[in-house]
Every structure is written in structure tokens, then in C-alpha cells.
């Protein structure tokens, strides 16, 4: 089955700074590739996806690049603020279709 | 428009009672995922359901663990008898073949709790 790895488990940004998480997966079918960011207590929450047809993808100040050669995949957070700490998980849909995710990345942004 | 509704919110037990946890996915929505989460293990996808039918059970830990959904607006995951390893957060979460079923709107999950 698919396995999603995520590095770094966390992260400490000065706030204006950038923030960037790396993920890898194993299965080469996996198709879509979605980042969630699940504040303390709450639900993950979807903040952007990608799908394999595409390289990049920007939402503001977030961005997502998938290198399927490579078969890892990367969020980019610019102009970080202390409401973007949270944990982000990174995830990867496998040929079934189901999602595994990365273990989460703490990102806390310091003022 | 409601997005994913569960029940209860929190829920204390003891030792070898039944657990139910209950699921109301986004309407027009015809899949649906049950995850736990804990610190040990991350996120696990328990089982998803395609249009009201099982698809893929194999993360339910274990026969204790059972789910149900009778209608498409329902679901349920049992545990019965619980243990205290079973303390975790479960998350019920919902998705659409129409945007693609991997896109995934999760509840806001039952935090469980067994002593």
C-alpha cells in the first residue's frame, strides 16, 4: 500500500518568514495529493490539493509543488502569521483511491 | 450549507461498555471515512463506505469494531466491549465521486475516552 512520508515533525518560524514541509510517497499511481491543517482541538481542515496533472498550484499565500519523478510533493506557506501555527498533514491517495497520510508537521510561528 | 455532523462531541466510558458514534455526512455526498487519531499512530482510516456499502474494512482494528450505514445521511461506528487503547479521537469524514471521491471534508470528531 501507499506510504507518505513528512518531514520536518516541526517547524519554528519567525513570523513573516517562509515555511516550507516536504512529503514523499511510494505508490506511483497515487494521483492526488491533498494538505490539511488541524489547529489544537479542532478537525483537519483541507487547505489546498493538487492532482498529478499539475506541477504547482497557489492559494494566496500557500502553494503546493508535486515532482512525480521524484514522487514527493512540498507545501509552501510565504508571509507566515502567527494564525498559520498548526499541525499540517500532508496526504497521498493511493490507486484505490483511499488517502494515507504523513504524520503532521508542528509549525509554530513565533512574533 | 451544514458540513459534517457528529455525535456526541466527547464521550467518558468505562471498561467493557458499548460505544456508538454517530455520523451525518455533507448532503449529496455518496462516500463516507471513518478515522481515529492519536498521538502513536496519526491518522488511520478505519473504513469508508461508497453509496450506504462497505468498500474497504481492512484498518477496523479489530472484531470489537463494527459500522453501519443504513441510509445515506447515517452512520455509525460501534465499539463493543471498549478498551482503554481505544481512546482516541474518531473523525467521520465525507467526499463526492462528483469532485472526486479522495477529496475528503472531515466532522469534528469524538474525543473517546476509556477508563
Known amino acids: 500500500g501507499e506510504n507518505v512520508e513528512q518531514h520536518p515533525s516541526t517547524l519554528s518560524v519567525q513570523e513573516g518568514d517562509s515555511a516550507v514541509i516536504k512529503c514523499t510517497y511510494s505508490?506511483?499511481?497515487?494521483?492526488?495529493f491533498p494538505w490539511y491543517k488541524q489547529e489544537l482541538g479542532k478537525r483537519p481542515q483541507l487547505i489546498i490539493d493538487?492532482?498529478?496533472?499539475?506541477g504547482e498550484k497557489k492559494d494566496q499565500r500557500i502553494a503546493v509543488t508535486l515532482n512525480k519523478t521524484a514522487k514527493h510533493f512540498s507545501l509552501h506557506i510565504t508571509e507566515t502569521q502567527p494564525e498559520d501555527s498548526a499541525v499540517y498533514f500532508c496526504?497521498?491517495?493511493?490507486?484505490?483511491?483511499?488517502?494515507?497520510f504523513g504524520a503532521g508537521t508542528q509549525v509554530v510561528v513565533t512574533p | 450549507d451544514a458540513g459534517v455532523i457528529q455525535s456526541p462531541r466527547h464521550e467518558v466510558t468505562e471498561m467493557g461498555q458499548e460505544v456508538t458514534l454517530r455520523c451525518k455526512p455533507i448532503?449529496?455526498?455518496?462516500?463516507l471515512f471513518w478515522y481515529r487519531q492519536t498521538m502513536m499512530r496519526g491518522l488511520e482510516l478505519l473504513i469508508y463506505?461508497?453509496?450506504?456499502?462497505?468498500?474497504?474494512d481492512s484498518g477496523m482494528p479489530e472484531d470489537r469494531f463494527s459500522a453501519k450505514m443504513p441510509n445515506a445521511s447515517f452512520s455509525t461506528l460501534k465499539i463493543q466491549p471498549s478498551e482503554p487503547r481505544d481512546s482516541a479521537v474518531y473523525f467521520c469524514?465525507?467526499?463526492?465521486?462528483?469532485?472526486?471521491?479522495?477529496?475528503?471534508?472531515f466532522g469534528p470528531g469524538t474525543r473517546l475516552l476509556v477508563l
Open positions: 469524514a465525507s467526499g463526492s465521486a462528483g469532485v472526486g471521491k479522495e477529496t475528503q471534508y
Open positions: 505508490d506511483s499511481a497515487s494521483n492526488y
Open positions: 493538487i492532482r498529478s496533472n499539475v
Open positions: 496526504a497521498a491517495s493511493d490507486s484505490w483511491g483511499k488517502l494515507q
Open positions: 448532503s449529496g455526498h455518496d462516500y
Open positions: 463506505f461508497n453509496n450506504n456499502v462497505p468498500i474497504d
